[in-house]
């Protein structure tokens, strides 16, 4: 069975760092893109950010650009979420995504086959 599991989710004030992993299991994702997607409540599940399977391409979403920094460890079949700088803004349910068909780093949830269950981010004023 295919887990992808998400941690280091908590409650930070605005302005403070967090530093969110997935680790998956059940099958190698080392050549594969993987992805960081976020959801509010009463909102859609958006995009944050993208990394390809040898980490030389990156895609971010314009509202984290230069505060979040994806990054991934093949070996331990790891991706990683630093997130500086936290505002109110970024509260959600952080989910972790993996793309097993195509070569490609995408940006829509569409495009991702694998989901973690989610780990709560919370930034206070």
């Known amino acids: 069975q295919v887990q992808l599991v998400e941690s280091g989710g908590g409650l930070v004030q605005a302005g403070g760092s967090l530093r969110l992993s997935c680790a998956a299991a059940g099958r190698t994702f080392s050549r594969n893109a993987m992805a960081w997607f976020r959801q509010a409540p009463g909102k859609e599940r958006e995009f944050v950010a993208a990394?390809?399977?040898?980490?030389?391409?990156?895609y971010y979403a314009d509202s984290v650009k230069g505060r979040f920094t994806i990054s991934r460890d093949n070996a331990k079949n790891t991706v990683f979420l630093q997130m500086n700088s936290l505002k109110p803004e970024d509260t959600a349910v952080y989910y972790c995504?993996?793309?097993?068909?195509?070569?490609?780093?995408?940006?829509?949830?569409?495009?991702?086959?694998?989901w973690g269950q989610g780990t709560q981010v919370t930034v206070s004023s």
């Open positions: 990394i390809s399977w040898s980490g030389g391409t990156r």
């Open positions: 995504a993996a793309d097993s068909t195509r070569l490609r780093v995408g940006t829509s949830r569409f495009e991702y086959d694998y």
